[in-house]
Structures are given as structure tokens and as C-alpha cells.
């Protein structure tokens, strides 16, 4: 449950924001106001930013030391608020005080805008949620933070990228903080909704799901990828229902629709056999093209993942590689 946050001169005091951990490592002035700008603000809303650094190391204790050098440095102008990835969370500046990040200058986003950067050092998909966290309990807390705007939207430049290049990238993540605020708002009566439309099947099957996916609110929202309520983990789920959209309803503990268009799922009983080693590959283009192999792969049975639209394979025992079905 979101809870307000306890917040001392700008500066978060709780330890954890809704079960993720929360850090402070405020920035020391030193010399000009070029990080601690040490000018006072009565902020609006959020400009949300990608780290672009897809380095192992660039997590958010990382990217708050870098502020601080910068700020040793005393000669770049350049601050944020906090840094999120995929584990924790990062505040290196009070959110009383103006930052620079959003490439306006004196405007409205370096000057009435809580900055929140999204590392890519790591899962990313979780990171955002963090980030999505993050947003939703400030919002709970301050009641006037309610503009959430990209980096784009005040200087053109294409930041967010990853969320910006994603289809419907940014608007499911703005309605996700919304859906963490109003938990009710994705609530909704699944069996009504079953019995209302036409099922193509009802039989429940197992299946692998072998990386991350969106979990939605409706069969129609799946199709449409809108609504997103949910990040699902890989793993195996019963099939409850295959909707006549084309949708697929899977449960474990919750229900979500899933886009099967998005992830070719295959029933978990299927195997293959492999009677000599093989190579696997990063992805299915690269098995298709014999580049990138990851690993050779010895002779044995293993269970089908995935059967990729471009004719590769997806294999797994408890790892997962790419195979040109040739090799099969």
C-alpha cells in the first residue's frame, strides 16, 4: 500500500520506497552553485530522463558518485535529483533545489521539475518500475507534483529513448503511476467480463513464458497494448482462457492478458533431441545468421521455449539459447 513519505529539507527520509530501497547520498557543494545549485525551487512535476550508460557498473550509487566528481570538478553545470535501476533508489539532490538536466536553461524544467534518471545498467523494465515508484509516492506526498514530462518535451532532445522508442512506451508508463495511486483502477470483475465475450477455448494448458511480458487489464487491451497492469516473470502459467481476440489469459496467484503475438508460448511437455552439439545464439536473428553464437550446445534432450516467427527456436535447460531449427 502507498504510504507518504517523510521528507526533511527536500531530502526522502525513509528507508524504502514500496519494498524498494531507498539511498540518500546528497552532493557536498563545493566552490560554484554547478551541481548544488543551491537555488531554491517549489517544484510542479517530474522530467524523467534515461542515463544512457548501458555499462554493468553505471547503477545508481554509481551515477551519485559521478555528481559528486563533477561537483569536485567545479567547472560542468549539471544535477539531478535521483537515480533509480533496477534494485534501488538514489537521492543526490534536495527536491527543494533546482537542477540542471533538462536542457531549458532557466526555464521550467530545470526550474519547477523533480528530475528522476532511469539507469540501463541492468533490467530496465524494472528500473522503470522502480522509477514508476518512485513518482507515485512523491505524488502521494506533495499533491502539487502532478505534471510528469520527458526530457524531450522541454529541450527536443530524444530522452527518455528507451521509453520514447517503445510502441505506447510513455503513455503506459504515465497511466502505470496512475493505476499505483488508484489501486482500484485495474481492478476489475474478470469473471463478468469471461462470460460476456465468446471464448475460442476454455481448456486450461501449461505454458512457458521465457523472458519478462506485460500482463494487461483486458483481452482488448492486450491486443491493443494499452492498459498495461503489470510486468509478468518468466515462468510456467496455466492457460485459463484463449480469448477470441487472440488474446491468452494465464494465471499463477493473478490474471492477466496476454498478447500472444508479442511471445510465442508452446505447451511445456515439448522437447527436442539434439544428436550432435550445436551452437546457440544471443537471438533468433543471429541463429538464423550465424553470428553472435554464445555457446555450443551439447547433444541431448531439451525442452522447446519458444518457436520465434522468424523460424528459430528457443531452447532451455536452465539456460536459454537462440537455434536455427537446420541444426535441430
Known sequence: MINKLTIVNGIIQDNNILGIPFKRDIVVPKGKSNV????????????????????????????????????????????????????????????????????????????????????????????????KKLIASLQYTMSQLKVIRTHQSFSGKYCPHVLLSRKNGWSNFVSDIGNILNPLNPVINIINKVVSKPLVNTNATSVVIATNIWGYRTA??????????????????????????????????????????????????????????????????????????????PKGTYPIMIKHSSGAWNIGKGNLYWMDPKDL
Open 36 to 131: 548544488y545549485t543551491r537555488i531554491s525551487m517549489v517544484p510542479i512535476g517530474f522530467a524523467v530522463h534515461n542515463t544512457s550508460n548501458p555499462a554493468p557498473t553505471a547503477t545508481d550509487e554509481a551515477h551519485a558518485r559521478w555528481l559528486q566528481s563533477v561537483e569536485d570538478a567545479d567547472k560542468q553545470y549539471v544535477s539531478v535529483h535521483f537515480f533509480v535501476d533496477d534494485d534501488s533508489i538514489t537521492q543526490t539532490i534536495p527536491i527543494n533545489m533546482v537542477t540542471y538536466n533538462a536542457g531549458d536553461g532557466n526555464g521550467p524544467g530545470n526550474f519547477k521539475h523533480v528530475s528522476v534518471e532511469i539507469c540501463e545498467n541492468g533490467n530496465i523494465l524494472k528500473a522503470e518500475e522502480n522509477a
Open 220 to 297: 482488448t487491451d492486450a491486443i491493443a497494448d494499452k492498459n498495461r497492469v503489470k510486468l509478468v516473470p518468466k515462468g510456467s502459467y496455466p492457460v485459463m482462457i484463449k480469448h477470441i481476440t487472440g488474446a491468452w489469459n494465464i494465471g499463477k496467484g493473478y490474471l492477466f492478458w496476454i498478447n500472444p503475438k508479442f511471445i510465442t508460448t508452446v505447451p511445456v511437455a515439448n522437447t527436442v533431441s539434439i544428436s550432435k552439439n550445436i551452437y546457440g545464439y544471443r537471438t533468433a536473428t543471429d541463429a538464423l545468421r550465424d553470428i553472435n553464437r554464445v555457446k555450443l550446445i
